[in-house]
């Protein structure tokens, strides 16, 4: 497994949000972005997780509740990745993927336009 600190790993999941193209930032509502080592056991695979109403689900009564969630895992991507390149590469399509489940587009969408 590649090795690398958490705060290391932290700092590549800023970057890759600093590279979100700024209008699409704004337009992110009540979300809050985590550093996870491992998600559940369950899904040991799982490189990132989107917890929350996508905007495009939200109505009237959307207000007054916690932030939406991302969660990138930092365990299962130095396991699949055998660079730091690999790993700033596969933040990126991750940090990507979550946000695009905030903007209420799905898996299938997603895998199609190569953010699978």
Known sequence: MLEMT????????????????????????????FV????????PDLLGLYEGTPLTDRGEWYAGVLPDRITIYRGPTLRMCESR???????????????????GIDDERLHALGYG
């Not at 705060?7 to 809050?32: G, I, Q, T």
């Not at 996870?36 to 899904?43: F, N, Q, V």
């Not at 990126?92 to 993927?97: A, K, P």
């Open 36 to 43: 996870e080592d491992e998600p559940e056991p369950g899904d």
């Open 6 to 33: 958490r705060e290391e790993f932290e700092e590549l999941v800023s970057l890759a949000l600093d590279r979100v193209p700024p209008e699409l930032m704004r337009l992110m509502d009540n979300v809050a972005v």
């Open 85 to 103: 390149e690999d790993v700033v590469a596969e933040i990126e399509i991750t940090v990507v993927h979550e946000i695009a489940h905030h903007f």
